[in-house]
């Protein structure tokens, strides 16, 4: 029962003599992120801040530059109701986007920034008592995002995101005037090589 102590000094040996890499061409990534959603504008007059989370997998067309997927749950629960109601609104996001992502020479940090664009799925749910009904909308929408990487080791990078979400015509209001939802998303990101890099052509 005591192998984990001989196991661990041996995986940190084996990080620490493994050498530091970047994604090169042709290489792919993937990722798990999380955090918060903040609606705004106009959708977030009624609506609360709520959880994000979202998965990504890129393919390197260039050293600096990836293409890729993506897809995100937002959860956002109306605020200012009357007692005995209850609103809730998900969005469900898929899409694709380009990444750019200027080399750092000598660093373990690497910023990036992306656009993109893709369906959101948004479901308006609202309760009174027993009795709930809802509606679901599909719309086009862009986002725009940036964040930093932290090369843990060279196949796991740990960073932070934050994404602006545009979501045209997703609802109306009480004048009948169509609506663009906006939110922000922040968080942590866990981005995974499946290639186990080998630091460029």
Not at 28 to 53: E, I, R
Not at 156 to 172: C, L, P, Q, R, S
Request: charged residues 15%; hydrophobic residues 40%.
């Amino acid at each position: 029962m005591r192998s984990w102590k001989i196991f661990v000094p041996a995986l940190l040996a084996c990080l620490l003599v493994v050498p530091m890499a970047d994604a090169a061409k042709g290489d792919f990534t993937f990722g798990l992120q999380g955090g918060l959603s903040v609606p705004t504008g106009d959708y977030g007059k009624d609506t609360k801040s709520g959880f994000v989370g979202g998965v990504y997998g890129d393919y390197m067309v260039h050293e600096m530059f990836a293409v890729g997927v993506d897809a995100s749950y937002n959860k956002h629960d109306g605020k200012d109701l009357p007692a005995g109601v209850e609103a809730t609104n998900t969005i469900m996001q898929f899409g694709a986007h380009g990444k750019w992502m200027p080399q750092m020479q000598d660093s373990p940090v690497s910023p990036f920034v992306q656009v993109g664009g893709g369906f959101y799925n948004s479901k308006a749910e609202v309760t009174v008592g027993s009795v709930s009904a809802d509606t679901t909308v599909n719309k086009f929408g862009f986002n725009l995002g940036a964040g930093l990487d932290y090369k843990a080791t060279p196949q796991v990078n740990v960073g932070v995101f934050g994404n602006y979400h545009n979501v045209m015509d997703a609802w109306e209001d009480v004048a009948g005037e169509k609506k663009s939802a906006t939110y922000f998303t922040a968080g942590v990101r866990v981005t995974f090589m499946t290639t186990g890099a080998t630091g460029g052509e």
